[in-house]
């Protein structure tokens, strides 16, 4: 019997996309019952004392002090992804003012910071130029199931999927993006037209992102078998799928779940604007 969902998902797959297919408004609401920031309740790893963090409390953070630690570049406390990679970085889990002057010079003066996930005050002379809810969610029994259909993609095959990306709009997809883990593409007549892929990987676990369909092969349910597709691998690996989307986002939100993906907890994807100059006069970058 087949496991492949029925078509009519497709187009809450289209609003759904990843953390970043966000058009909604800063005030976007947290799902019913859950106050914003707040986690659901979820385990911790096998072993690990129940005041632990979980991994996915700051996925960038695992992710870069853990799989993707080779593509981590440092300062102080503070990592980021090379800026032709991806745009997530990683304060610690309570940054404090060197950390804040860290991330300043790693982003630059006067430039912007993604700061997906941080949920506490910023510091004097940070301006904030996004701020929208957003939710996490975990695999609680999905499908995953590969699909004859879905090809490996790599470096060959970027440029046509910097374009899919342009047309589609589902986050950020940058040059090098492809190489954080398993993208899958379905091709029709050659041409690429849906794909999905890995993104974030904290220890034990694996995002899901980058899910978007060519406007004119809608319908088909590409965007659902491709997530199938993708955290079959990641189960093969052992490790668990997870994902991110806005908390407005309802409709995707109930398609996910209906997938067997899990409400974990709330967040916020917040990017600030870093100061000219340090609280103390120096200017960003001086130490």
């Not at 609401?29 to 072993?47: E, R, V």
């Not at 941080?118 to 969610?137: A, S």
């Not at 699909?147 to 986050?171: I, K, N």
């Not at 993208?183 to 050659?190: A, E, F, K, Q, V």
Request: charged share 25%; net charge negative.
């Amino acid at each position: 019997m087949s496991t492949r969902p029925p078509k009519d998902r497709e187009p809450a797959l289209r609003a759904a996309g990843d953390r970043d297919a966000l058009p909604h408004p800063a005030d976007a609401p947290a799902p019913a019952g859950y106050p914003a920031g707040d986690p659901l309740p979820a385990p911790h790893p096998a072993g690990a004392p129940a005041s632990a963090p979980h991994p996915l409390d700051n996925p960038a953070l695992g992710s870069l002090t853990g799989p993707h630690a080779h593509f981590a570049e440092r300062r102080g406390r503070v990592l980021r992804y090379p800026v032709d990679v991806s745009p997530w970085l990683a304060l610690p889990d309570e940054p404090d003012a060197d950390d804040w002057a860290d991330l300043a010079a790693l982003a630059g003066p006067g430039a912007e910071a993604p700061l997906a996930g941080f949920t506490g005050r910023l510091p004097d002379g940070w301006e904030v130029t996004f701020d929208i809810g957003g939710v996490q969610l975990v695999d609680d029994g999905i499908a995953a199931a590969p699909d004859a259909e879905a090809v490996r993609l790599g470096h060959a095959d970027v440029p046509e999927m910097l374009d899919l990306v342009a047309r589609t709009r589902p986050g950020p997809f940058l040059p090098r993006t492809v190489e954080l883990g398993t993208y899958l593409g379905i091709r029709r007549d050659g041409a690429l037209i849906a794909m999905a892929g890995e993104r974030l990987h904290p220890p034990g676990w694996t995002e899901i992102s980058a899910v978007c369909t060519d406007p004119a092969f809608r319908g088909e349910g590409l965007a659902t078998r491709l997530i199938l597709a993708v955290a079959h691998g990641i189960r093969e690996r052992g490790e668990t799928p997870f994902l991110h989307t806005a908390a407005g986002n309802t409709n995707a939100i109930r398609l996910y779940e209906s997938l067997g993906f899990r409400l974990r907890r709330t967040t916020r994807f917040l990017a600030a604007r870093a100061p000219e100059h340090l609280g103390d006069g120096r200017p960003v970058g001086v130490g």
